[in-house]
């Protein structure tokens, strides 16, 4: 493949007309660029110069030119603008992962508030985990905590699990169960209808069914959407539920219940302490609560 540096130098020698003011155009020496050219014409089988007293374009070489200076000069613009902003403020690049769900209902607000350039992985808790650990991440937003050396959970956040579902869902007798604290009904009832799930082993339904019934749902749920988000706009469209944590909420869906006790979960700032500055920690700490 052809050498940029060869056009360039091409470029250089064309406008200046001299092998030597080219070289002090391009801060290489004149063998450099005489080195170059040779190979430049080699590469494309054509003579680009005539080598008299004054150097000169062949007739091949102007027209040669005449096809390669745009292109160059494009990119030279490129080039002087990237370096511009980098000159102006150099901003650190972190690779942050989060669940969707929460990037979108609380960090998407704030995404323009910090000075830096995120780039974002989305997925879930565990697979996010693995790749701050292998170093393809910088910062994780972490809904458990892992075992892996040198990771650090700093909390940030505090969710609140309630049992949701469509506004034309008649609650009534539920909520009479509920007043009447007939635990046994009550929980009949939730069990009598339809369920929506994130995943197939009803992790989120499952804790909040152990915090308040103390033993685990018999639940067969009516379908399975890894995405809280599409669980909750599916929810708008059909009488049936699901636990989620409360700031997923909009005013298009209705709070069935929200439990005998909170069902509550601890999210984290997690980072490799021997890989990240106390700066950034502190930066991400305030972006991501």
């Known amino acids: ?30 063998p450099n660029v005489s080195q170059h050219l040779s190979a430049l014409e080699a590469y494309v089988g054509k ?4 080598r008299k007293p004054k150097i000169v374009p062949t007739e091949y ?3 040669f030119y ?10 030279e613009k490129v080039e002087a603008s990237f370096n511009a902003v980098c000159l102006k403020k150099q901003l650190p690049i972190i690779r942050l992962g989060v669940v969707q769900e929460y990037f979108q209902a609380v960090l998407s607000e704030n995404i323009t508030t ?13 697979d996010l985990l693995g790749r701050l650990h292998k170093g393809t991440l910088d910062f994780v937003v972490a809904t458990k905590l892992a075992d892996y050396k040198n990771l650090v959970f700093e909390p940030i956040r505090q969710e609140t699990f309630i049992i949701a579902g469509s506004k034309t869902i008649d609650t ?7 007043s009447e604290e007939d635990w046994e009904s009550g929980e009949a009832w939730l069990l009598s ?3 929506f799930a994130y995943t197939t082993d009803l992790a989120i339904i499952r804790k909040f069914w152990q915090k308040n019934f103390y033993k685990r749902p018999d639940i067969k749920p009516y379908c399975v959407i890894p995405d809280m988000n599409l669980i909750l706009k599916s ?6 539920l699901t636990v989620a944590a409360d700031y997923l909420l909009d005013d298009d869906l209705k709070i069935i219940w929200s439990g005998r006790v909170p069902t509550e979960n601890t999210l984290y700032l997690a980072y490799d302490k021997t890989k990240i500055t106390s700066d950034l920690v502190e930066l991400m700490k305030q972006f991501c609560q």
């Not at 003579?47 to 005539?50: G, V």
Request: aromatic letters at 14%; charged letters at 20%; a positive charge.
């Open 1 to 30: 493949m052809v050498n940029l540096e060869w056009y360039r130098t091409f470029k250089a020698v064309y406008q200046t007309g001299s092998l030597t003011a080219a070289s002090k155009a391009l801060f290489i020496s004149q």
């Open 172 to 178: 009534t007798e539920f909520d009479n169960y509920i």
């Open 235 to 240: 929810l708008k469209h059909c009488p049936a």
């Open 66 to 75: 005449t096809q390669v200076v745009g292109p160059l000069e494009k990119l």
């Open 61 to 63: 070489g102007k027209l």
């Open 47 to 50: 003579t680009l110069f005539e």
């Open 114 to 126: 910090i000075d830096t350039n995120l780039i974002l992985s989305f997925g879930r808790t565990r």
């Open 193 to 195: 209808q339809s369920w």
